[in-house]
């Protein structure tokens, strides 16, 4: 018998065609882009239209998480980036800790065991960045807004993936925990910082755009690879390194470049965006979710009462006259929580021997769901109530952003 054998471009091709279908129609249909790609995921994984898609944590990591929150750091306006990074770094660090303590004590109470709590409210804590980026680009934020919203997505991520390989630590130690959370984020920003700066001063004398984009690209790999070789968060190294590189493009690179890399950074998150949301989709069993529906509940209503202990507190206790932030702001960065491809990546990384996995796992992508598609499309009409919707400064690129 003869064996059919497959292309890789026929699926590569349906990919891109979809892509571009749903973000067409999503434009129309005045849907955020990412709901749409999540629906038409949970549609095509429940009618089995797709084969079984096996992806490990590490490949969603390097391949679409990473390159994603590089295309953020290097986009944040720096000027508002300056003015409220105390709050910022607030809602990243100690902001994502209380979150993932509230989560976890809130999934004790549904009685799950209490490694598989850690790990849950660990996952669950960090607002995903492809998600706001796509939400604050997608709803035309105020750019003061998006900056903060951008800010401390693109970095509490790094955190919540410290604190999941602290709680898959076994058995835990609390000091020897505190001291690798440190280095991890101490290490990660150093070498992300040195690697960026130093790929942006290099490309000081070059006048090819291409070549200048392509250190962008250079810049973000080596950034996570400096920092995995001394034990480091890569995460936070590219992140670190996103902001430097973009630091010192204004005055090293040539106008070309600097619109080059702004043009191959933009295809390259339309792609990674388009394959993340789509992953998700697919990738979460609607009958394992109304299984644990339940649980699920509990979960998000944790998720967001911590969100809303974090907001508030931070904004009410960093605020002031150089960094103002409006109660329908925050009103708006409660809601604006979204989680995502992050949180999936770490599902695919639970211990497969954790108790309860099934449950931790159902926690996890039931909140992600909810923050994706029913946060997503409430977002808009709590932005109309508070007074929010409207056309926003145009986005910021790296030459500009000072």
């Known amino acids: 018998m003869m064996r059919l054998v497959v292309s890789p471009l026929y699926p590569a091709l349906g990919f891109l065609a979809t892509a571009a279908l749903v973000s067409a129609v999503a434009a129309r249909a005045r849907l955020?882009?990412?709901?749409?790609?999540?629906?038409?995921?949970?549609?095509?994984?429940?009618?089995?239209?797709?084969?079984r898609i096996s992806l490990g944590p590490d490949v969603i990591v390097t391949v679409l998480i990473l390159p994603l929150l590089f295309e953020g750091a290097i986009r944040i306006p720096r000027r508002h980036l300056r003015t409220y990074?105390?709050?910022?770094?607030?809602?990243?660090?100690?902001?994502?800790?209380?979150?993932?303590?509230?989560?976890?004590?809130?999934a004790l109470l549904a009685h799950l065991p209490w490694r598989g709590a850690l790990l849950l409210g660990a996952v669950c804590a960090a607002t995903?960045?492809?998600?706001?980026?796509?939400?604050?680009?997608?709803?035309?934020?105020?750019?003061?807004?998006?900056?903060?919203?951008?800010?401390?997505?693109?970095?509490?991520?790094?955190?919540?993936?410290v604190l999941f390989t602290l709680a898959v630590a076994s058995p835990p130690n609390f000091g020897h925990a505190a001291a690798a959370f440190v280095w991890l984020l101490a290490g990660g920003a150093a070498a992300g910082f040195v690697i960026g700066t130093g790929v942006a001063y290099v490309l000081g004398g070059i006048t090819d755009?291409?070549?200048?984009?392509?250190?962008?690209?250079?810049?973000?790999?080596?950034?996570?690879?400096?920092?995995?070789?001394?034990?480091?968060?890569?995460?936070?190294?590219?992140?670190?390194?996103?902001?430097?590189?973009?630091?010192?493009?204004?005055?090293?690179?040539?106008?070309?470049?600097?619109?080059?890399?702004?043009v191959v950074w933009d295809v390259?998150?339309?792609?990674?965006?388009?394959?993340?949301?789509?992953?998700?989709?697919l990738v979460v069993p609607l009958p394992l979710l109304a299984r644990y529906a339940g649980l699920i509940a509990v979960v998000v209503l944790a998720a967001l009462a911590s969100r809303a202990l974090s907001v508030y507190g931070f904004t009410t206790l960093l605020a002031r006259p150089r960094a103002p932030f409006p109660m329908a702001w925050r009103h708006v960065m409660v809601w604006g929580g979204l989680r995502g491809g992050v949180a999936v990546a770490l599902v695919l990384a639970l211990p497969p021997m954790l108790a309860q996995r099934e449950a931790v796992a159902a926690g996890i992508l039931g909140t992600v769901v909810w923050t994706l598609v029913g946060q997503g499309l409430l977002i808009r009409p709590i932005m109309q109530l508070a007074g929010l919707e409207r056309l926003a400064p145009s986005r910021t690129v790296p030459s500009e952003a000072h």
């Open 209 to 262: 755009p291409v070549v200048e984009a392509i250190g962008s690209l250079v810049a973000a790999a080596a950034a996570y690879i400096a920092a995995d070789a001394v034990h480091a968060s890569g995460v936070i190294a590219v992140v670190a390194a996103g902001l430097a590189f973009a630091a010192v493009a204004g005055r090293s690179l040539t106008p070309a470049g600097v619109e080059t890399v702004r």
């Open 85 to 106: 990074a105390p709050l910022i770094l607030a809602l990243a660090v100690p902001g994502t800790i209380v979150s993932a303590a509230v989560i976890a004590g809130a």
């Open 32 to 51: 955020p882009y990412t709901v749409a790609l999540v629906v038409v995921g949970l549609a095509a994984g429940t009618a089995h239209l797709v084969p």
């Open 128 to 161: 995903d960045p492809a998600g706001v980026i796509a939400l604050v680009r997608d709803a035309a934020l105020n750019e003061r807004l998006g900056t903060v919203l951008e800010g401390e997505a693109v970095a509490n991520d790094a955190v919540a993936i």
């Open 268 to 281: 390259i998150a339309f792609l990674a965006n388009s394959a993340l949301f789509l992953l998700v989709g």
